[in-house]
């Protein structure tokens, strides 16, 4: 059983760690010499703080000389820490009810940790409640001797399904069942149809289909498609680039434009798709696809004008594309002759 495995069985024993007068450079080159995630920050052997790769890319883009940032200043702590007799999934379960990556392993003789009951504010000005970044509080004033660290990844070697629960935690909005045409639909998207009769399609009808596309959409779009480009996954490689920042794969906005398609009256069936890509798009920025029915191409397809723009108006991508409408199969149909009227 898991839980009768100790995480001292599982932790890495030896911790990259730095002390709190050390200078940001410093720690961010044990993270690349030690090839590690985090570096504990230690004070008189006792474990007071933590850097992530996460503090570097935020700092990174905040400051233009590291050489001179003391670690503390941009450490996250307090610190949650787990005792070396916990259970993994004891771990688990506080890497998910404080929003952490990486738990530092203290010895069974000390106090025990304790996650902070309210969010802990950071060095840039956010709660890590905010960030979903590692921070917490460790309990009493008792020297706790730093033994290890153990991270998700540790942990996901025995727990595969637990973690991947603690993503999970940061809960979308509800599925909810209101068309007949799609399987679901989610409190966070809009669609709008603009037409004199929206059971049929018609040239001059426009329909609108709006989400923010999140970090965690791009994440799950990179590992479906294998298209792990660092522009679009690594902070900190692609503020070297044009860009500046990560940005969301242009197909995946494209996506949006089936997105709306899909929800035209009837069963909507690409054709083709032709798509310029005019700016990016920003991770977390609110996108809008609107698609415009230009032309009726007989035998039920139709032509149609596409346009991506960003939450600020900006065109991200515009295009056209053909498509044929089916009726919708007579199971769906019945269904939505019982629908009532939302």
Not at 3 to 26: C, G, L, N
Not at 183 to 188: A, G, I, K, V
Not at 249 to 275: C, D, F, K, M
Not at 307 to 325: K, P, R
Request: net charge negative; glycine share 6%.
């Amino acid at each position: 059983m898991h839980d009768t495995i100790p995480v001292a069985e599982i932790m890495i024993e030896d911790v990259v760690t730095v002390t709190p007068d050390a200078t940001a450079t410093e720690a961010a080159r044990l993270l690349r010499d030690e090839s590690v995630s985090s570096v504990i920050v230690v004070r008189n052997g006792e474990p007071v703080g933590i850097v992530t790769e996460g503090d570097f890319v935020t700092h990174l883009c905040e400051r233009s000389d590291l050489g001179t940032v003391a670690v503390s200043d941009i450490m996250s702590s307090p610190l949650t820490t787990i005792e070396s007799t916990a259970s993994i999934v004891d771990a688990v379960e506080l890497c998910r009810s404080t929003d952490v990556e990486h738990l530092p392993v203290v010895s069974s003789d000390e106090r025990t940790a304790k996650a902070a009951d309210g969010a802990t504010e950071t060095a840039d000005g956010t709660t890590e409640a905010e960030r979903g970044k590692d921070t917490a509080e460790m309990a009493g004033d008792d020297a706790a001797e730093l033994i290890g660290i153990v991270t998700t990844i540790e942990l996901s070697y025995y727990v595969p399904q637990l973690v991947r629960r603690t993503t999970e935690t940061r809960e979308k909005p509800p599925r909810r069942q209101v068309r007949t045409d799609t399987q679901y639909e989610r409190d966070d998207w809009e669609f709008n149809y603009r037409g004199e009769d929206e059971t049929t399609v018609s040239v001059g009808d426009v329909a609108r289909f709006s989400k923010t596309i999140s970090e965690d959409d791009v994440e799950a779009f990179a590992e479906v498609t294998g298209d792990t480009n660092r522009v679009h996954l690594d902070a900190a490689y692609a503020t070297g680039t044009r860009f500046g920042e990560r940005i969301v794969h242009g197909v995946l906005a494209n996506g949006l434009i089936s997105a709306a398609l899909a929800r035209l009256p009837g069963l909507t069936i690409y054709l083709s798709q032709e798509s310029s890509f005019r700016a990016p798009l920003s991770i977390d920025d609110h996108a809008t696809a609107v698609c415009e029915i230009v032309e009726d191409l007989g035998r039920a397809k139709y032509r149609i004008e596409t346009t991506v723009t960003g939450s600020d108006g900006t065109v991200v991508l515009e295009g056209d594309a053909v498509v044929l409408v089916d009726d919708l199969p007579p199971m769906a149909a019945r269904e939505g002759d019982a629908t009532p009227a939302q």
